[in-house]
């Protein structure tokens, strides 16, 4: 049962912050979702983030033979800079500490860019993109029915040239499995993947064309290829899409604009 999202304070004598916002979905403790909050506050008074708005997600999945029911995704905006992490567990309070462990060192990685721009760690091998962060366990959908699915969530972007090193690095702060970019050098919009439980990135040949679709046409090929997601483009403005799974077992879907 989903309530309504309320504010969350800071502590008497702290330091005025941006209150954390909180939304709850289904069976959630009182006490898990403030944990989840304070753990958020933890990390921005620990990191001097200069966050303008957060806000906390907590969620429990009707799935019942699913491993780890919680999701905990914390979104924000540090500077302009959107931020997200994204976790489960097998309780709130065991997501609420990965949420905060992953929280930290994208903010961390984002102070650090600040200072440096990029930071390479390890041997990246062809076509790949190396990250400090642990690689969070690919996550399941609710295996809702063919025809109970629907598209729940559009988001329409205006995207910015990138090269596919900045990319992965735009995705890797915000906590993506993909990223939908336009290429500086190619001029045509593209997709980066996060591959695999290593870490890495895959970064794709440039040469390969992504099928020209109806968005039916795609919610097809998504239901029959077992993939997390489908990048293709749009028919009529020639612009790329990306229909993906929701935890939820519904689709969403990202245009450029």
Do not use: C
């Not at 944990?35 to 019942?64: C, D, F, G, I, M």
């Not at 959107?82 to 309780?91: E, F, I, L, N």
């Not at 483009?233 to 450029?256: E, K, N, Q």
């Amino acid at each position: 049962m989903a309530r309504s999202a309320h504010r969350s304070t800071a502590a008497p004598g702290a330091v005025e912050r941006t209150p954390v916002e909180l939304t709850v979905r289904g069976e959630v403790p009182e006490e898990a979702a403030a944990y989840a909050v304070r753990k958020v506050e933890s990390v921005l008074e620990a990191t001097r983030a200069r966050a303008l708005y957060a806000h906390v997600v907590v969620v429990v999945s009707q799935n019942p033979a699913q491993d780890q029911p919680v999701r905990v995704e914390v979104g924000l905006d540090v500077d302009g800079v959107p931020v997200r992490a994204v976790v489960s567990g097998h309780d709130a309070f065991e997501a609420a500490d990965l949420m905060k462990d992953r929280l930290r060192r994208r903010l961390v990685r984002l102070r650090d860019r600040e200072r440096t721009r990029h930071r390479w760690t390890g041997e990246a091998a062809e076509h790949e993109w190396r990250h400090g962060d642990q690689p969070r366990r690919p996550e399941s959908h609710f295996p809702r029915q063919v025809e109970e699915r629907t598209v729940v969530r559009r988001k329409t972007f205006a995207l910015v040239p990138l090269t596919a090193e900045e990319a992965a690095y735009e995705m890797d702060v915000l906590d993506h499995d993909f990223y939908l970019y336009t290429d500086r050098e190619t001029g045509q919009d593209a997709v980066i993947v996060r591959s695999g439980m290593q870490g890495g990135v895959d970064l794709g040949p440039r040469d390969m064309e992504p099928p020209t679709l109806s968005e039916a046409a795609a919610r097809e090929r998504l239901d029959a290829g077992g993939e997390p997601f489908v990048f293709y483009l749009d028919p009529a403005s020639g612009r790329g899409r990306v229909m993906y799974w929701r935890y939820d077992g519904h689709y969403g879907l990202i245009s450029a604009e």
